[in-house]
T-cell receptor
């Protein structure tokens, strides 16, 4: 069964450093998403991406965040200057154009020290 | 603020019991409704979509009441493996090009032998 994959599974970084989280969505999906979940809290939407541009973003997704689809398979989330409060699990998801069932990757646990 | 509210539980039930979870959502424009399951420190996994007519998948039955903005999930003959957090999820109701999901905080189920 096709699945969303994410790398790395765990990223530790120093405050102020840039990080790039990588995702490979399911191959025939055209909508891509990033969500995050701070430990013990709800899953929160960050951004959606379709047709090579951002289609929606939340108030969390400020100028420190950016997304890119650099090639036909990868979808990345970049945080330019990490803060302590960026520590969370970051989930990538994808869906088809026909319905909004979103399938999630296993997540990247980001720890900012 | 658009929210999804759930009883956090935990619901402690014996194997074989029937258990029901409910949630309410505040965004009357939402069009898509889902139950996801999340195991500890793992990604949300789609359990089922929820349709206005109600739908059943094996031991799981989901109901949607649009007038009351209320969604339910019934689990019959619960198994030890059903122990998890159940997330009520609705789409944000924004423009059709984006389909952000809004998650409830989850209801924790613990099935005991």
């Amino acid at each position: 069964e096709p699945e969303v994959t994410q790398t790395p599974s765990h990223q530790v970084t120093q405050m102020g450093q840039e990080v790039i989280l990588r995702c490979v969505p399911i191959s025939n999906h055209l909508y891509f998403y990033w969500y995050r979940q701070i430990l013990g809290q709800k899953v929160e939407f960050l951004v959606s991406f379709y047709n090579n541009e951002i289609s929606e973003k939340s108030e969390i997704f400020d100028d420190q965040f950016s997304v890119e689809r650099p090639d036909g398979s990868n979808f990345t989330l970049k945080i330019r200057s990490t803060k302590l409060e960026d520590s969370a699990m970051y989930f990538c998801a994808s869906s088809t154009p026909l319905h909004n069932e979103q399938f999630f990757g296993p997540g990247t646990r980001l720890t900012v020290l | 603020r658009k929210e999804v509210e759930q009883d956090p539980g935990p619901f402690n039930v014996p194997e074989g019991a029937t258990v029901a979870f409910n949630c309410t959502y505040s965004n009357s424009a939402s069009q898509s409704f889902f139950w996801y399951r999340q195991d500890c420190r793992k990604e949300p996994k789609l359990l089922m979509s929820v349709y206005s007519s109600g739908n059943e998948d094996g031991r799981f039955t989901a109901q949607l009441n649009r007038a009351s903005q209320y969604i339910s999930l019934l689990i019959r003959d619960s198994k030890l493996s059903d122990s998890a957090t159940y997330l009520c999820v609705v789409n944000g109701g924004y423009n059709n090009a984006g389909n952000m999901l809004t998650f409830g905080g989850g209801t924790r189920l613990m099935v005991k032998p």
